[in-house]
């Protein structure tokens, strides 16, 4: 790892000494920026651009000249409805964005998802978005529906975010909206050469290349590369990714195409959770820290321990043992809305900000490959594309710590346990002086999780323009298009638990592995005022393997039904148009499509070693476990008044199907998400400034909604039916309910160019959703029942449902039931968690174009991400009005130079400073009446040096 810093450290200092030098001999060139020397074709050579290629050559600084998002056809984005959003590589550049994390950030009613407080998403995936207050935002890349690979954007020419359901796009998925990637093409025309190099805050060395070329008349290849080597300001948290991109262009016929691109990386990240460690020692320390002098004894802010818990502290003397019959810390409540998820524990003299109890063994390791095949043929106005894209990752995670018991705790313990081990010895130095006592330390199990994935696509699509206005300017212009794909999809997912895998047989140990009693846990005692790194979090337990310790043995083993093999198929036909009328003032665009979809499951009987009690893997079942189909519309139309003025309007809908049942075992169906959008656009000065306000309403029903409520609710209902004697009307245990969201705003945009030198992007949105239509299904349930249920309301209770007291009664389990349900429709009209109200968006720059020689070509610039108020949780003395946490802003500035280095070489040396101001308040994610119990930090002010060469 030195020896890559090394060389990139010279590299980048040779990069800025030449430049240095240069500059004081060498006058600064006039402003390139807007060139795209990819998109450059040979003198006389013409070039008919494909119905299903957006070039970069005609974006314009922030602005972009044309999508595909709207139609699948190369469109003029003032003559699209549908609400779309570019980032052209201009923009990605001047904001410093390396990955899509960074440039989401900036996105109108969008941004970095971090509603699953397990803190599980970035180990499950790179990126997660929302996109206007809806989560799991849809991905595609080159239209493709991406499901593998990194969130690096080094090969990326522009991101499209297109907000709300657009079945265009997708017919299944979120109905916020997709976020597509656009991936560097190998083009005819001028030469590419360019290195990259970055260096900047926590170690951060970046090199990238982007080098392409024009081999004959007939090919065209270009490579691009990333390595990046990244700590952070959070201990032991790192990245190390490697990647490259393969792109080529045949053209064996003037009107044939032929396209292959390949990427192939790896990424390995050591991560830190998303938020702050649980506290299980707050009420331990207000009692003064208590010592229990015999280890029996409960104090202040203890409680006893009985389980038989096999815990190792590789850094300790005694191996595993077993601690039973000790005190233990206990937890800080209230939890807030989430029962899981500990309250954050907050004293920074004890768990430093920059603390990560996960420690150096919480890592993520991902190799993955994606490439595609284009096949286009155009024959006059008709243009047909045959495509395919393979995608496949293989991902590994560890996990020290579980996320619900990732709790900093105490040791109030004065002594070494005395407990019996699996071999029925004492533990070494057992019942003397506990050297430990009156630390801190965190523990857990920990596990192994996989996840493998492939998918195939194929895609048939075909395009025709068809001009009437040669018979009657009344029947205007055409473009159409139809589209047939294929989507298949294998994966599995798969999780191990480390346990004693050489237990005695006993009955305290018996030889089912999966028994508590033989689940390893690991402890590491923390001490953050020593300069050793080893005890600032838990310890990496691939270092320390338990082979014969105080006759225990570990291994990994799977110790719940967690292997989960699926595969998928989608099928999906799609016709699109879009006609021009009256000299082209109104476009009108709209598409039919119909995806079927079959998904098959694993089997739901569970399979167990008969000794060991392991769970093994399951295989899929032969027929599939769900079925189904939807049709999906989009209709919009902008209608241009003036040159200046133009009016849209767009409707869509979309649907994502999903296998649960409700409370009659009915299949739910799927979810139905609709959008409806108006606005007007303004293109002011030949289009150097474009304003642009929308209005609108999206909807997400029949979404099913799990909720701790809804076990217990099903239990009182089933101890009815059992009081009853009904057995043939006991709830499935699996049957669940849905609910609605309803989410309304405002976006407004603005993109302008006032001069060549002058560059500005802003964006606002507001955001109203709210949640209906809660558990209907069971509602309408426990009415249709009431009248039977309460002709019986005498009948004792035959089944523990979970209620205290004697002699209950159908009386009780139906007062349980009414309660229960009214607890859940608390929740109905709420604003979903994490939702922000407000947010704004701004980035400008400014490059002199005059003056004295170290001023021409400078630019500066900057930018601020303003976000409002915060959904953080519920009042149960408000009657469920929302919790707000507070907003903040973060402000980033980027200065950059480009330097002439002879004739034919130019650097562009460029420094970014995010978050300049130091912004470092938290950022509560869950709370209560009581106050606040989960929250983040912001990542402190961090820069970046990058030095770009074009030779």
């Known amino acids: 790892m030195n020896s890559h810093r090394s060389l990139l450290a010279v590299l980048a200092a040779w990069l800025l000494t030449s430049t240095a030098a240069e500059a004081q001999t060498s006058g600064a060139p006039k402003p390139t920026r807007a060139e795209d020397p990819s998109n450059s074709t040979t003198p006389g050579e013409i070039v008919s651009l494909s119905p299903f290629e957006v070039s970069a050559a005609a974006d314009k600084g922030y602005a972009a000249a044309s999508t595909l998002a709207g139609s699948r056809m190369n469109t003029e984005l003032r003559n699209t409805a549908a609400a779309i959003s570019v980032f052209t590589k201009d923009f990605l550049r001047d904001i410093g964005a390396n990955s899509l994390n960074d440039a989401v950030a900036y996105s109108l009613n969008g941004g970095e998802e971090f509603t699953v407080l397990t803190g599980l998403g970035p180990r499950n995936a790179n990126v997660n978005v929302q996109l206007r207050g809806f989560i799991g935002a849809t991905l595609t890349r080159n239209f493709f529906p991406l499901g593998a690979g990194g969130a690096d954007i080094y090969n990326t020419e522009r991101l499209d975010f297109s907000r709300g359901p657009n079945s265009i796009l997708f017919g299944t998925g979120s109905p916020g909206g997709v976020l597509n990637t656009t991936t560097k093409r190998a083009r005819f025309g001028k030469a590419i050469r360019e290195l990259g190099l970055r260096v900047g805050s926590w170690d951060d060395f970046r090199a990238t290349v982007d080098v392409g070329q024009q081999v004959s008349d007939k090919v065209a290849v270009r ?127 004890v768990l430093p900000r920059a603390s990560n109890v996960f420690g150096p063994g919480s890592w993520v390791n991902y190799p993955y490959h994606n490439y595609s095949a284009f096949l286009e043929q155009r024959w006059g106005k008709l243009t047909a594309e045959l495509a395919y894209n393979r995608q496949v990752e293989h991902r590994t995670y560890i996990q020290p710590l579980i996320f619900n018991v990732a709790n900093l705790q105490g040791d109030p313990n004065a002594l070494l346990p005395s407990w019996p081990l699996p071999n029925g010895q004492l533990a070494p130095n057992s019942g003397r002086p506990n050297p430990n006592v009156g630390r801190f330390f965190v523990e857990s199990s920990n596990a192994i999780a996989w996840r493998d994935a492939t998918v195939d696509n194929y895609r048939a699509t075909v395009a025709s323009e068809l001009d009437l206005r040669k018979y009657s300017a009344w029947l205007g212009s055409h473009r159409l298009a139809g589209l047939a794909s294929r989507s298949e999809g294998t994966s599995f997912t798969d999780t191990l638990t480390e346990v004693n895998v050489t237990p005695p047989g006993t009955a305290t140990y018996p030889l089912d592995v999966t028994h508590a009693n033989n689940v390893i846990l690991r402890r590491t ?37 967690a292997h989960v093999p699926a595969s998928s198929r989608t099928d999906t036909r799609m016709v699109a148009s879009q006609s021009s009328w009256w000299q082209d003032r109104v476009y009108v665009t709209a598409g039919l499509r119909r995806d079927e979809l079959e998904t098959y499951g694993p089997g739901t009987v569970i399979l167990r070693a008969p000794v060991t009690g392991e769970f093994l893997r399951r295989s899929l079942l032969p027929t599939p476990s769900l079925v189904a189909a939807g049709t999906t519309q989009t209709a919009g139309g902008v209608f241009h008044a003036f040159r200046w003025l133009s009016l849209i309007y767009n409707r869509a809908n979309n649907f994502v199907p999903q296998t649960a049942l409700d409370v009659y075992g009915q299949p739910i169906g799927a979810v139905d998400g609709k959008g409806e959008d108006t606005g007007i656009r303004l293109t002011l000065w030949d289009g150097k400034v474009n304003l642009t306000v929308m209005h609108y309403e999206t909807t997400r029903e029949n979404q099913v909604l799990n909720i701790a409520n809804n076990l217990p609710l099903r239990n009182y209902m089933n101890g009815i039916w059992d009081a009853l004697g009904r057995p043939e009307s006991v709830i499935n245990q699996q049957s669940n309910d849905t609910v609605s969201n309803a989410g309304k705003g405002w976006e407004v945009e603005l993109i302008a160019n006032p ?82 109200k407000h947010a704004a968006n701004v980035f400008s720059t400014y490059t002199f174009a005059a003056g004295p020689n170290w001023l021409r070509g400078l630019m500066i610039g900057g930018g601020a991400n303003s976000r409002g108020q915060s959904v953080a949780g519920y009042s149960t003395l408000r009657n469920g009005a929302p919790i707000f946490a507070p907003g903040y802003t973060l402000v980033n500035v980027v200065a950059s130079r480009t330097f002439r280095l002879g004739q034919q070489r130019t650097v562009q040396v460029q420094l970014n400073v995010n978050n300049l101001l130091e912004n470092d308040q938290r950022l509560f994610l869950d709370g209560d009446d009581s106050g606040f119990h989960i929250y983040r930090f912001q990542q402190p002010r961090s820069w970046g040096l990058s030095a770009t060469l074009n030779y």
């Open 755 to 836: 001069t060549r030198q002058w560059r500005l992007s802003a964006n606002y949105s507001q955001t109203n959703i709210n949640q209906t239509d809660t558990f209907l299904r069971t509602g309408a349930y426990i009415e249709a029942n009431r009248a039977l249920w309460t002709q019986n309301l005498s009948r004792p209770l035959v089944t523990n449902i979970g209620i205290g007291g004697s002699n209950l009664t159908v009386r009780d389990a139906l007062a349980a039931v009414d309660s229960t349900y009214a607890a859940i429709r608390q929740s109905e009209g709420t604003v979903p968690l994490q939702n922000i």
């Open 525 to 561: 005692y923390l001490d953050f005022t020593n300069p050793d790194s080893r005890w600032h979090g838990q310890h990496d337990p691939a270092l320390f393997p338990i082979n014969n310790l105080n006759g225990v043995t570990s291994g990994y083993r799977r110790t719940s039904n």
């Open 223 to 349: 490579i691009n590369g990333v390595r990046q080597q990244k700590r952070s300001w959070r201990d032991f948290e790192n990245q190390n990714r490697t990647a490259g991109a393969f792109a080529a262009t045949y053209r064996p016929f003037r009107h044939t195409e032929v396209r292959v691109d390949a990427e192939f990386g790896k990424g390995y990240q050591v991560l830190a959770n998303p938020f702050r460690t649980g506290d299980k020692v707050s009420a331990w320390l207000a009692a003064g820290k208590p010592i229990s002098p015999n280890n029996t004894t409960v104090v202040g802010g203890t409680q006893a321990s009985a389980p038989n818990t096999l815990s190792y502290d590789p850094y300790g003397i005694t191996g595993p043992t077993v601690w039973r019959t000790v005190q233990q810390t206990t937890l800080a409540l209230p939890v807030g809305s989430n029962s899981l998820i500990r309250r954050s524990f907050t004293d920074e003299s």
